[in-house]
């Protein structure tokens, strides 16, 4: 009986380095750097570390053009504003006069053109 149990126990350490050496064979195919996994994993590696250097550089280009587009967009509103106040100012005139500035020019311009006559 005792035999037998030894005997038994033999062939599941065998049977256990098999396996193990079986394993062991197929993790170094696995970790293979030219074509298992292990390439792989280091070709996905290298380009994720490429996407992040890709991603903080178009966030900052980002933030550069909110800031860009924050100043244009106030400037705009100055100016729709100062628009806005010049239309109010031209229906208060009168009707069929024109505002006084385009008047001196006019004024300007021809005593320009008799002063070259």
């Known amino acids: ?9 033999g062939l599941a350490a065998m049977a256990a380095a098999a396996y193990c050496l079986v394993l062991a064979r197929r993790l170094k195919r696995f970790n293979q750097l030219e ?3 292990g390439g792989a994993i280091a070709v996905l590696s290298a380009q994720v570390d490429d996407m992040t250097r890709a991603l903080e550089k178009a966030q900052m280009t980002a933030s550069q053009s ?13 100016g729709a ?9 031209l229906h208060d005139l ?6 006084r500035r385009t008047v001196k020019r006019r004024r300007h ?6 002063a070259a006559e």
């Not at 009986?1 to 030894?6: H, P, R, S, T």
């Not at 504003?81 to 100012?89: D, H, R, T, V, Y």
């Not at 311009?109 to 008799?114: A, I, Q, T």
Request: charged share 30%; aromatic share 2%; hydrophobic share 40%.
């Open 1 to 9: 009986m005792q035999l037998i149990a030894d005997l038994f126990l």
């Open 35 to 37: 074509n298992g996994m």
């Open 66 to 78: 909110e800031i860009q587009l924050r100043a244009l967009t106030e400037r705009a509103e100055g």
């Open 81 to 89: 504003q100062k628009l806005e106040l010049l239309l109010a100012s």
């Open 94 to 99: 009168p009707d069929g006069q024109e505002p």
């Open 109 to 114: 311009r021809d005593s320009d053109l008799e």
